[in-house]
């Protein structure tokens, strides 16, 4: 190993330690985490009862996973979601045990791969050693990237894909190895594998190929080898969602995800005018395109001592638009796709800016040493403080302002309280799950989300359940002899405000208050009297 690449995996290392220190004071565990971690114990789950039982029943796994689903509802993340992310934490688990650092440690590890990568990416694409460490250092000080790599949530492994793909399609494209193009089939069906909006990675190869060469149906004759093995590959790492999907759907176990919530997600109000991504990463359902364009520019431009660099590298890109070479259109491809097609259809969340913030750095890096030739070294250094107090304070910003559920606390109150089975409704059930599926060790919780209706909820408390899929799979649920309410949670997309209800109903007493980290995040526990 040259003294180059020493040099990078060093600096990795060294962020990857500040990431674990960083993630070692974080106690927080979102909605969407909660479930990913949830289902990452699930897969743990089957994959210990398969090692300690290799001849193990299908029907028997099948039964493991109805009865881990009955009491924490972990087929909803698997039937939103493709599961490399899921396969890969249950491996976590399975070789380190669980605990909450070790949730967050594949986020880390795919981050620590990112940064290689884009680093080869940059390399390659402008052959300068100093732009290349620039342009990963201000990729992992971008307060999402560095924000997100202390999460469960998918984005940072979805991006790491991202470049890994473009990577060695832009290799195939200069080198026309067959190996880089199989590589390339493998990065981009791991991408889908991880989440589906990643399938946009194909028409970004496709329109960087057309303009890069052209559609020679000539030269694709010449290659149909090379094509058909890439194809087989991709279906082939693919395969994993392919049969997850084909099993649930056989098994009748699809519609295991009815049982999964009946109210919640973003609440979808009205917004006038023109939201801008701030140090809440509040987001937004239901708005306009035009809206979303504006939100993810300003999402974009957050790291506003790059603004200046960013316009210049875009002038810089027009001016040689008939030069580039195949990084450079590569990311103009993928950089144009996803921001408008996200801005099209998709909501107003900052974390979907994520998969572009590689390919938008890189360039930016270029045109802030050249045009610095002589004087690189002191800008470097007052950019790379810049990045890392904007880094720092959107952090602490975000530390003072993001709700943390005491999940935990809730989770072994409840069950240090009841001596037997017994159903549990929450405001903020995927962020109970995992607490509940760690603590739960006699499997005596089954947990609920809250009704959307009103009428439902009583309901389900007299208990009268009426999803089919329960009757269908012979399954009885003990009587709800509790009420978890996350105050900030107390009402979604529901006809009704669950504090209120669980305060004024006459079969239920608060018998525990768990203050929040925040004003109006506390906890409330109600049991039946």
Request: with cysteine; hydrophobic share 50%; aromatic share 16%.
């Amino acid at each position: 190993m040259n003294k180059e690449n020493k040099f990078i995996l060093i600096f990795i290392l060294l962020f990857s330690l500040v990431l674990s220190l960083t993630t070692i004071n974080i106690n927080r565990m979102t909605g969407d985490e909660g479930n990913h971690a949830a289902a990452g114990l699930f897969v743990n789950e089957l994959g210990t009862a398969w090692l300690s039982n290799p001849t193990i029943s299908f029907s028997e796994l099948s039964d493991l996973a109805i009865s881990h689903h009955m009491h924490y509802k972990s087929f909803g993340s698997f039937l939103a979601y493709s599961p490399f992310h899921f396969i890969f934490l249950g491996l976590i688990y399975l070789l380190f045990g669980v605990s909450r650092f070790i949730t967050i440690l594949p986020s880390i590890i795919e981050v620590m791969i990112l940064l290689f990568f884009a680093y080869k990416l940059s390399k390659l694409c402008y052959k300068d050693r100093r732009v290349a460490f620039l342009g990963v250092f201000l990729i992992a000080f971008n307060p999402l990237i560095f924000y997100y790599s202390t999460s469960l949530l998918l984005e940072i492994a979805s991006t790491m894909f991202l470049v890994i793909t473009v990577y060695y399609f832009s290799l195939y494209s200069l080198k026309n190895k067959s190996r880089y193009l199989y590589l390339t089939a493998i990065g981009s069906a791991l991408a889908i594998l991880t989440k589906p909006p990643m399938v946009l990675i194909l028409p970004v190869l496709f329109l960087t190929l057309l303009w890069h060469r052209g559609l020679s149906f000539s030269s694709l004759r010449k290659k149909h080898k090379q094509i058909a093995v890439s194809i087989i590959l991709f279906f082939i790492f693919l395969s994993p969602w392919i049969i997850e999907l084909a099993v649930l759907e056989t098994q009748g176990l699809s519609g295991l995800g009815k049982w999964t919530e009946h109210a919640g997600g973003f609440e979808k109000s009205a917004v006038e005018g023109f939201p801008l991504m701030d140090g809440t990463k509040r987001s937004y359902i239901g708005l306009s395109s035009l809206q979303n364009f504006v939100f993810y520019i300003s999402t974009i431009l957050h790291t506003w001592y790059l603004i200046p660099f960013f316009i210049l590298a875009i002038v810089f890109l027009v001016k040689k638009i008939r030069a580039l070479n195949i990084v450079e259109k590569a990311s103009i491809v993928m950089v144009l796709v996803f921001f408008i097609t996200f801005s099209i259809y998709g909501g107003a969340q900052p974390r979907f800016m994520i998969y572009i913030i590689p390919f938008i750095i890189i360039p930016t890096s270029r045109v802030i040493i050249k045009l610095f030739k002589k004087i690189w070294h002191p800008v470097v250094i007052a950019i790379m403080i810049l990045a890392v107090a904007q880094c720092s304070h959107f952090l602490i910003a975000t530390g003072n302002e993001f709700p943390v559920g005491k999940f935990d606390e809730a989770s072994l109150y409840v069950i240090e309280d009841t001596e037997s089975e017994t159903s549990i409704i929450s405001s903020q059930y995927r962020g109970q799950a995992f607490s509940f599926a760690l603590l739960d060790k006699e499997r005596k919780i089954y947990l609920f989300y809250m009704p959307r209706k009103e009428s439902e909820l009583e309901q389900m408390i007299e208990g009268k359940y009426s999803e089919p899929e329960w009757a269908r799979f012979n399954i009885e649920y003990p009587k709800v002899n509790y009420i978890i309410v996350h105050e900030e949670y107390t009402k979604i997309d529901s006809e009704y405000d669950l504090l209120e209800f669980a305060s004024k109903h006459k079969a239920f007493e608060l018998v525990k208050t768990i203050e929040g980290n925040l004003p109006n995040t506390r906890t409330f526990i109600y049991k039946k009297k």
